[in-house]
């Protein structure tokens, strides 16, 4: 079993920063990619940022340029990176990871989420 555990929420002002941050534990061998994702009361969860084990990184149009994505692979982290916050970000952020455990033993684990509130 692996747990994800996700810090660094909270409030901040219209073009703050804010720092989250993802640690995985539990029966890990390695982890593939490593993804954020927001959700708004109301509308579907969608795609911020993956970066997989090459250090290949992807975002959504909409936090390009302002959100970055980057991990630490001897601590089985991921971070996310948020500069210039504006109050649409707002959010509920969760990270999601596609864990290996075993030869044949690959799925994917989401974090709890974390409230990320900006204030305009």
């Known amino acids: 079993q692996v747990q994800l555990v996700e810090s660094g929420g909270g409030l901040v002002q219209a073009g703050g920063s804010l720092r989250l941050s993802c640690a995985a534990s539990?029966?890990?061998?390695?982890?593939?990619?490593m993804s954020w994702y927001r959700q708004v009361p109301g509308k579907q969860r969608e795609l911020v940022a993956t970066?997989?084990?090459?250090?290949?990184?992807n975002y959504a149009e909409s936090v390009k340029g302002r959100f970055s994505i980057s991990r630490d692979n001897s601590k089985n982290t991921v971070y996310l990176q948020m500069n210039g916050v504006k109050p649409e970000d707002t959010a509920v952020y969760y990270c999601?990871?596609?864990?290996?455990?075993?030869?044949?033993?690959?799925?994917?684990?989401w974090g709890q989420g974390t409230q990320v509130t900006v204030s305009s």
């Open positions: 539990g029966s890990i061998f390695s982890i593939n990619a």
């Open positions: 970066i997989i084990s090459g250090g290949s990184t």
């Open positions: 999601k990871m596609t864990v290996r455990s075993g030869i044949i033993s690959i799925f994917d684990y």
